[in-house]
């Protein structure tokens, strides 16, 4: 049979996978805390992965999303045949078993290490400039109470700045009204943050272009498209 003549479900995507930098590269962006080599080798691996998928038939990409929470049997599986047990062991229960938990620490040594490990970054620093309500009214004229009901229709992105503070971008403003699309790329992703995260950095399907760029230039259908299928939320 020849491929004109293979069902299209059956037929291999003419996908590009990504560059492994490329995965590499945005590991240790979204990853500031962790150490760089892990980063990297989770980058390597997902690079892997992302170019195995580009290679199947969109009935097979449709079969293992829709298992996708069997991914992890399958890994162990994976596992086991990669690593031939040795005269004593059971490679499956090795691998299940682990290193343990080690050693308990109270609250107060607990929150002395994390401090200690983890690196300050500012919200501006990944987010952007952003702005809380009072400057929004005074710089935009965009008053609290309607900033409030668009934040409840996640048709803005607020960033939670402390305990209870909100901010927000001011990039997703365009003549006082936040751009069209915001809530549907929320809803895809789940979490206003990681949203925002995702609108904000270069996306290799958009040709290194920003998704928040592209909605800005009224490339709705397009954006909500990627993020849905980055995301998995259809």
């Known amino acids: 049979m020849t491929a004109a003549n293979v069902p299209q479900g059956e037929q291999p995507l003419p996908l590009v996978a990504p560059a492994v930098g490329e995965v590499v ?12 080599k892990i980063a990297e080798r989770a980058g390597r691996l997902t690079a892997a992965l992302g170019a195995a998928a580009a290679k199947l038939s969109v009935q097979q990409q449709i079969d293992l999303t829709a298992n996708k929470e069997k991914f992890g049997d399958l890994f162990v599986a ?80 607020g960033l939670l700045a402390g305990q209870r503070k909100h901010v927000f971008p001011i990039a997703q403003f365009i003549d006082g009204r936040p751009i069209e699309g915001l809530a549907g790329v929320v809803s895809a992703v789940g979490s206003p943050r990681t949203a925002w995260l995702w609108l904000v950095e270069p996306h290799p399907s958009l040709r290194e272009d920003r998704p928040l760029d592209r909605l800005k230039a009224g490339e709705l259908a397009t954006v909500l498209e990627l993020a849905e299928r980055d995301f998995g939320q259809s």
């Open 25 to 36: 590269d945005m590991f240790v962006r979204r990853n500031p805390q962790t150490p760089r």
């Open 78 to 157: 994976m596992l086991a045949e990669l690593q031939p047990p040795s005269d004593h062991a059971d490679p499956l229960t090795s691998i299940e078993q682990g290193a343990g938990l080690g050693e308990q620490l109270d609250a107060s040594e607990g929150r002395r290490r994390l401090q200690a490990y983890a690196t300050p970054m500012k919200i501006e620093d990944w987010a952007g400039p952003v702005a809380g309500p009072t400057d929004l009214e005074r710089d935009y004229g965009i008053r609290r109470s309607t900033l409030h009901d668009w934040q409840k229709q996640n048709a803005v992105i």
